[in-house]
C-alpha cells in the first residue's frame, strides 16, 4: 500500500486528517525519550494498515519526528523507515524480520550508528469488550480489523484516535548485547508483539466482567460461604437469606464499568476543564506509564482535596493511554444521578466503617481482592476523607490492609502503590471546609448539592497532577517482613501485618508531599497571611516571593517537587487574576492585600505547600529570638522540634539528615545576606529582618499548638486522652481568637489527636519532658503568646 501513487496518498490523507482529532502520548516525545535525530530513527507498528500509516505521519508531522514514509538514510543506503509486525491476518512477517536482521548487522559491522526503533500503537477504539460465557470457554482472540472495519473506525472513532510511542530500542546496544543472526530479529519481532500486547492492555484494560456471573462466582467463594454461614448462625436466619444480604452488598459496593459512559465522562469532562481551568499541568507520568508496560499491579493513592480529585485523575490517565482505575467512593456519594454516573465510570461504593457487620466486611474484601486478580488498577484515597485544612491527614489503613492482604492470596503480579498529589489554585469546597470545622453540620450530598456546586463554575486557574515516587510494595514487603510470603491459617492476621502496613502508609504520605506543585497563589497566600494587616507593598511581595523560591529552588525538597519557571512579578500576576486579592493604588504603588473571608480562606491554600518552607520557617525563628546563636544550639532546638514537624506534616526527611539540612539553609540564608556567618556563631542582618520576620510566621501557628500542648501535658499530666483533646482544642481556639487568627489548624479535631499521639510517642507524656520541651518553645513565640498561654491554664485550673 506504501507505494500507491503520491496524489492518491496525499487525498487519502486529507481524507483521514478531516475526520481525526488524535492525541498523543506522550505529548512530546522527542524531549521525553531524548531521541537524537541526527541518527536514523524507524517506526515498528502492529500491522500492515495503511489508515494507520496515514494517520502516524499526521502525528509525526505535528510532533516533530521524521516522517514515517520518507526513507531513512542509514550507512549509505535508504530503508523503509516504517515496519510491520504482523500481516492482514496476525501473522509475523518475515520481511520485517529481516529487515530487523539487517539492521542489526549493520550495527555489528559500524558502531557509528545507532539508529532508533520506536514502537508506535494506534489506537482506533479503546473499547475492551465484554466477559461472556463463550470467550470463558472458547478462549477466542479477536480478528484484526479488515479494510471495512478500518473505514468504519476512521469516521465514526476518529476523534478518539489514540497515538501511542513508546520508548525507543537502540539497535546499536541490542547488536552489542545479543548479536545480529536472524534468531535475534525474531526475538525482537516476539518482543515487540508482546510489546505491543501489553499496549492494548494498559490502554483498554481487560475485559469488563458479566457482572451477574461475577457475582455468582464470589458467592461461590469459600470465604463469603462461611461467612454466609456465620451470619446465618448469629442472626437466627436461613443461609438462603444471609446469601441474598450478601448479594445485596455487592449491588451496592460493585462497580458496573461501561465504556459508553467513559467516551460520555471523557466529553464532558473536557468541555468541565477547559470551562474552569485555564490549564492542567500532568508531571511525572511517564515513570506511571513504564510501571504499566512492566506489568505492575497499580494502585492510585492520592491526596484528597476535592469531589474533583477522582474526576480528574481519571480524565488524565485516560488521556495518558491508560484505563481509568477503578475507585473506592464513599457511599455517600451513592445517590441519583451521580451514583450511577460514578458507577459506570468504575467507582465502588464503600461505607465509612465496617464495625460490626462482618458479612459486609467479607463480601468488600473478596470484591477487592477480585478486582486485582482480575488485572483492574484500583484508585482509593489514604486520609479517608477530605482535608479541610489543605494538608494532608493522617493515613487510614484499612484499604491498604486489605490490599497487602489480596498480596497473600498468591497475586503474582508486583503490587506498586503510585502517590497522587494534586494541587489546585481554586477548590470550589474550601469555603463549606471552615464551616464544618468550626461546629456546621456536614451537608449532605445530593442532586440539590451537585446543581450547587455547578453554580460555582468559574475561572479555577491551573490546576496540577504531580505522580509521586512509587512505592513497590513487593520489596518494601520484603525489607519489613522478610517472612511475608510464608503461609498462614486461614482467617487469621500475620503478625508483621500492621506495623508493615503503618510504615508503608507513612511513606505514602511523605511521597504524596514530595510531589508538591508551587504556584503563585500558594505563595502569595503564605506571604500575605504572614504579613501585619494581611497586605503588603507589591514590590515587597515579590522580593518576599523571590526568597521562596530561591529557598525552594537552591534547597530542594524533592526532585518531584514542581516549580514554575516564571518570575515572582509574572505569579503574582497569575495569582491576581483569580480575583482574590484586593488590589489598591496610590502614589507609592499598589498595595496587595486579602479581606477577611479571604484571610480565613487563604489558609488552604498555603497549607498545600507549607511542609516546603515551614523548616527554613523554624530555622528564621530562632536566628530572630537569639542575637547571635551558635550553630550547635540552632541544630539541638531544630532536632528536637523535628519529630513533631515530620508526624504532622509527612517530612520526608530522617532525623540523621536534619544536621546537613539545616546548613544547607544556613549556607543559602548567607547566600541572600539575610544572616552573616562569624565563626560559629550567625548574626541576622538588620536591613533584611522583615524578610526573615516574614518567612519565621510560617512556623508561628505550630509553635502556638506545640507550645499549649506542651504546657498541658506538663501541668495536668494526670488528664485522660479524652480530656486532653478536648483541652487542647479549646485552648487552640482560645488563643486563635484572643491573638485575631483564622486558621483552621485550631479547629480541627484530627490534627490535635494527631499532635497529642505525636507528643506521647516522643516520651513526652512525661511532667519534665514537657516542661523542658515548653522551656524551649517559649523564646520562639510570638509577643504576648506565652503570657496568653499561661493565663488559658490558670483559668482552667
Known amino acids: 500500500m506504501l507505494s500507491l501513487p503520491t496524489p492518491i496518498l496525499a487525498v487519502l490523507r486529507s481524507v483521514i486528517g478531516f475526520f481525526i482529532r488524535g492525541k498523543f502520548v506522550p505529548e512530546n516525545p522527542v524531549a521525553e525519550f531524548n531521541l537524537d535525530l541526527s541518527q536514523a530513527v524507524f517506526y515498528v507498528i502492529p500491522r500492515d494498515s495503511l489508515a494507520d500509516v496515514l494517520t502516524l505521519q499526521l502525528a509525526c508531522k505535528e510532533l516533530g519526528l521524521p516522517d514515517p514514509l520518507e526513507p531513512a538514510i542509514f550507512a549509505g543506503e535508504s530503508h523503509q523507515r516504517v515496519a510491520f509486525l504482523t500481516d492482514k491476518n496476525g501473522e509475523t512477517l518475515e520481511a520485517t524480520v529481516e529487515q530487523f536482521t539487517a539492521a542489526l548487522s549493520l550495527h555489528r559491522k559500524d558502531e557509528s550508528h545507532n539508529a532508533q526503533l520506536i514502537p508506535v500503537k494506534l489506537f482506533w477504539d479503546r473499547y475492551p469488550g465484554r466477559e461472556s460465557v463463550d470467550d470463558l470457554v472458547s478462549g477466542k482472540k479477536p480478528r484484526p480489523a479488515g479494510m471495512l472495519k478500518k473505514t468504519w473506525q476512521v469516521i465514526f472513532k476518529g476523534r478518539e484516535n489514540l497515538v501511542r510511542f513508546s520508548q525507543p530500542v537502540s539497535l546499536k546496544e541490542m547488536a552489542q548485547r545479543q548479536g545480529s543472526d536472524k534468531r535475534i530479529g525474531h526475538k525482537l519481532a516476539r518482543v515487540a508483539r ?129 484505563v481509568p482505575p477503578h475507585i473506592a467512593a464513599g457511599v455517600n456519594l451513592n445517590f441519583w444521578p451521580a451514583g450511577p454516573f460514578f458507577r459506570r465510570s468504575g467507582a465502588f461504593f464503600i461505607r465509612r466503617s465496617f464495625k460490626g457487620n462482618k458479612l459486609y466486611s467479607t463480601v468488600f474484601r473478596e470484591y477487592l481482592s477480585q478486582l486485582f486478580s482480575r488485572g483492574y488498577s484500583v484508585e482509593y484515597f489514604t486520609e479517608g476523607g477530605r482535608s479541610r485544612t489543605g494538608r494532608l491527614l493522617p493515613p487510614k489503613t484499612g484499604m491498604l490492609a486489605m490490599t497487602v492482604q489480596a498480596m497473600l492470596r498468591g497475586l503474582e503480579r508486583p503490587v506498586t502503590i503510585v502517590p497522587v498529589y494534586f494541587g489546585y489554585e481554586h477548590v470550589m469546597e474550601v469555603g463549606t471546609y471552615y464551616k464544618e470545622l468550626k461546629g456546621k453540620a456536614k451537608d449532605k450530598e445530593s442532586l440539590f448539592s451537585l446543581f450547587g456546586m455547578l453554580r460555582k463554575l468559574r475561572n479555577f486557574g491551573h490546576g496540577y497532577v504531580n505522580f509521586g ?139 498545600n505547600i507549607i511542609h516546603l518552607l515551614i523548616m527554613p520557617a523554624f530555622i528564621a525563628s530562632a536566628l530572630l529570638q537569639h542575637r547571635s546563636i551558635s550553630r550547635e544550639q540552632l541544630l539541638t532546638l531544630i532536632e528536637q522540634l523535628y519529630p513533631l514537624l515530620k508526624g504532622e506534616l509527612f517530612l520526608r526527611y530522617n532525623s540523621d539528615e536534619i544536621s546537613e539540612l539545616v546548613e544547607r539553609y544556613l549556607a543559602e540564608f548567607v547566600a541572600l545576606k539575610l544572616i552573616s556567618e562569624n565563626g560559629d556563631c550567625f548574626r541576622i542582618d538588620k536591613h533584611r529582618r522583615g524578610r526573615l520576620l516574614l518567612l519565621a510566621q510560617l512556623a508561628q501557628e505550630s509553635l502556638h499548638r506545640y507550645a499549649v500542648v506542651a504546657a498541658l501535658l506538663a501541668n495536668r499530666p494526670h488528664l485522660e486522652r479524652a480530656q486532653l483533646e478536648k483541652q487542647a482544642l479549646a485552648g487552640a481556639q482560645r488563643l486563635a481568637q484572643m491573638h485575631h487568627i483564622d486558621a483552621p489548624e485550631y479547629y480541627d479535631k484530627r490534627i490535635t489527636s494527631n499532635l497529642l499521639t505525636l507528643m506521647r510517642e516522643q516520651g513526652y507524656q512525661e511532667s519534665n519532658a514537657a516542661q523542658q520541651l515548653f522551656a524551649q518553645l517559649s523564646p520562639l513565640l510570638a509577643d504576648g503568646v506565652y503570657d496568653s498561654i499561661i493565663a488559658l491554664l490558670d483559668l482552667e485550673s
Open 194 to 322: 508482546i510489546h505491543f500486547s501489553r499496549m492494548q492492555m494498559i490502554a483498554t484494560g481487560p475485559k469488563l466482567p458479566n457482572r451477574r456471573h461475577m457475582f455468582e462466582q464470589l458467592l461461590a467463594s469459600p470465604t463469603i460461604r462461611r461467612a454466609i454461614q456465620e451470619e446465618a448462625k448469629a442472626k437466627n436466619s436461613s443461609p438462603e437469606q444471609a446469601k441474598q444480604n450478601a448479594l445485596k452488598y455487592l449491588e451496592e459496593i460493585a462497580a458496573d464499568f461501561s465504556y459508553r459512559n467513559l467516551r460520555m465522562a471523557d466529553a464532558l469532562l473536557s468541555w468541565v476543564w477547559n470551562k474552569i481551568y485555564s490549564g492542567i499541568e500532568v508531571n511525572h507520568a511517564e515513570r506511571v506509564r513504564q510501571l504499566a508496560q512492566e506489568g505492575h499491579e497499580i494502585v492510585y493513592a492520592p491526596c484528597h482535596r476535592s469531589h474533583m480529585d477522582y474526576l480528574l485523575l481519571s480524565y488524565v490517565l485516560y488521556h495518558q493511554g491508560m
Open 469 to 607: 515516587e512509587p512505592i513497590n510494595v513487593n520489596h518494601r514487603l520484603n525489607q519489613l517482613a522478610p517472612d511475608w510470603r510464608e503461609p498462614i491459617e486461614e482467617g487469621s492476621k500475620p503478625h508483621w501485618l500492621v506495623p508493615a502496613v503503618n510504615d508503608i502508609s507513612l511513606q505514602l504520605m511523605e511521597n504524596i508531599n514530595s510531589a508538591a506543585a508551587v504556584n503563585g497563589l500558594c505563595l502569595s497566600a503564605s506571604i500575605l497571611l504572614a504579613a501585619e494587616n494581611r497586605a503588603m507593598p507589591r514590590k515587597q511581595l515579590a522580593k518576599q516571593m523571590d526568597l521562596c523560591l530561591s529557598l525552594i529552588k537552591n534547597v530542594p525538597y524533592s526532585e518531584h517537587v514542581t516549580v514554575p519557571d516564571l518570575d515572582a512579578e509574572a505569579l503574582i500576576d497569575q495569582a491576581l487574576s483569580l480575583d482574590k486579592f484586593q488590589t489598591n493604588s496610590d502614589y507609592l504603588g499598589e498595595i496587595i492585600g486579602l479581606d477577611e473571608k479571604q484571610q480565613v480562606l487563604m489558609n488552604f491554600y498555603r497549607n
